[in-house]
């Protein structure tokens, strides 16, 4: 099974791949082309012929913040993951396996550093850079509650050498959504930095935390990340572009 960190510029499938995964909602199972093809799905069992909306929409967008707007996640933050392998029993038991702190915190710590670039007033402080890896870490490690896994889905892609159509591969690509209430996860980030910032002296430092508290508080997340994190962790990671 291949396990990867996806990063803003790259994409949670290979790029002809994500061509496809584009138009995922309405492709047609076993249609021929050059582009991929979805051979099958979780909801196939069942008559479905279309993809969840959220996995449609993510596909489409490889926007977090727009799967976000979809009616049913507003007010909540939405977490995205996925695996790909060629078996579907592999990809179906990470499904099973995967860490859902890893998959938070990860994602949490992007959003952060750009919600501080937005928001936080670095111009004095010559030490920000530092302190934005650390604020980043703290975000990434620390642990979070209330998050609730809203669903998780397979699909089975075909794709085709672009020199040659005889010439194809078929992967499944398992795909997790985890939620969690906007209020409630803002206020545990402005709790882990308040416990920074009860231990710092520097003057500079203090107003840098108090200013990324109070853009937590009253703006959230709600800002596409402009670096990836990098946790090392050997787990499949979303983050945004």
Request: hydrophobic content about 40%; glycine content about 6%; charged content about 20%.
């Amino acid at each position: 099974m291949k396990k990867r960190v996806v990063n803003m510029v790259g994409a949670l499938l290979s790029m002809a791949l994500l061509v496809g995964a584009g138009c995922a909602s309405s492709a047609k199972i076993g249609s021929k082309g050059k582009d991929p093809v979805m051979l099958d799905h979780a909801g196939r069992a069942w008559g479905g012929k279309e993809l969840p909306p959220w996995l449609a929409t993510w596909n489409t967008t490889k926007s977090i913040l727009a799967v976000e707007k979809l009616p049913e996640y507003r007010g909540r933050y939405c977490f995205i993951a996925e695996d790909t392998g060629s078996n579907l029993k592999a990809v179906q038991a990470w499904l099973n396996t995967v860490a859902i702190n890893n998959i938070i915190g990860s994602q949490i710590s992007t959003r952060v550093g750009s919600v501080a670039e937005a928001n936080v007033n670095t111009a004095n402080n010559a030490s920000y850079t530092n302190k934005l890896n650390d604020v980043m870490t703290t975000t990434r490690n620390a642990t979070y509650t209330a998050a609730v896994k809203e669903s998780e889905y397979w699909v089975q892609w075909r794709t085709y050498d672009p020199d040659n159509e005889t010439i194809s591969k078929d992967e499944y690509t398992a795909t997790v959504l985890y939620t969690m209430e906007k209020g409630v996860l803002n206020e545990q980030i402005a709790n882990e930095f308040r416990q920074i910032q009860a231990n710092t002296n520097v003057k500079e430092e203090r107003e840098m935390w108090t200013g990324l508290i109070q853009a937590i508080l009253e703006r959230g997340l709600d800002v596409e990340a402009k670096t990836p994190a990098q946790n090392g962790n050997d787990v499949n990671i979303t983050v945004f572009n």
